[in-house]
């Protein structure tokens, strides 16, 4: 069965601090990767995905994740971050023969910037 | 730009009375979700639909679960006889295609409580 791993519960960060969020995954076969946001109040957007090619994708305001595939990690990083970045970040699987797309979901990173 | 909806945003009922979640998917998507989230827990998979049926669902959803499209623009979640450990964020998504590939977008969530 498919399973993601949030290492990190609770994060604390000043402003400017770079970040790194690390997911690691368990799935023997092809994976889709993604790292959702959920700001306070609002609904879950996706900040960036992996499908294939390039391990190291780019998505919106500023963040990256790199796959490697070697270590089933996708971890989410940011090398400077803001107040607005506080949020809780969820790292998301899904296999790559689903006909379905359903997402498996770490357990949640809540990241708190102190200005 | 397109939003799923959900309603109501909170719903309180008490142990053993029905509820009925409403979603509103975009417009063009074919493909429907629903996940749950316990307090301190992670975003869990409970059902996906698709082509007016269920396409796949978790351990979770049992027989007190059922879902509907009933007027082609709402996706309904029923919980027939709820239970105290039903007590969740309900989030809907919804996909424009099927696969892996595209990107699902959630709902603000409804919280349920159970007492």
């Known amino acids: 069965a498919q399973s993601v791993s949030q290492h990190n519960h609770h994060v604390i960060l000043s402003e400017a601090a770079s970040l790194e969020l690390g997911c690691n995954y368990s799935?023997?076969?092809?994976?889709?990767l993604f790292w959702y946001v959920q700001y306070p109040g609002q609904h879950l957007q996706l900040l960036l995905k992996?499908?294939?090619?390039?391990?190291l994708v780019k998505g919106i305001k500023g963040f990256e994740a790199e796959f490697i595939k070697s270590k089933f990690s996708f971890n989410l990083r940011k090398p400077s971050v803001q107040w607005s970045d506080t949020a809780e970040y969820f790292c998301?699987?899904?296999?790559?023969?689903?006909?379905?797309?359903?997402?498996?979901f770490g357990q949640g990173t809540t990241l708190q910037v102190k200005p | 730009e397109p939003e799923v909806t959900q309603t109501p945003s909170h719903q309180v009922t008490q142990m053993g009375q029905e509820v009925i979640l409403r979603c509103v998917p975009i417009?063009?998507?074919?493909?429907f979700y629903w996940y749950r989230q316990i307090l301190g827990q992670k975003v869990e998979f409970l059902v996906s639909?698709?082509?007016?049926?269920?396409?796949?669902k978790s351990e979770i959803f049992d027989d007190q679960f059922s879902v509907e499209r009933p007027d082609g623009s709402n996706f309904t979640l029923k919980i027939r006889s709820t239970k105290l450990e039903d007590s969740a964020m309900y989030f809907c998504?919804?996909?424009?295609?099927?696969?892996?590939?595209?990107?699902?977008?959630f709902g603000p969530g409804t919280r349920l409580t159970v007492l």
């Open positions: 639909f698709y082509n007016n049926e269920i396409s796949e």
């Open positions: 998504a919804s996909r424009i295609t099927g696969g892996s590939y595209n990107e699902q977008f």
């Open positions: 992996y499908f294939s090619g390039d391990p």
């Open positions: 998301a699987v899904s296999a790559f023969s689903s006909n379905t797309g359903k997402l498996i």
């Open positions: 417009s063009n998507h074919l493909y």
């Open positions: 799935y023997g076969g092809t994976v889709n």
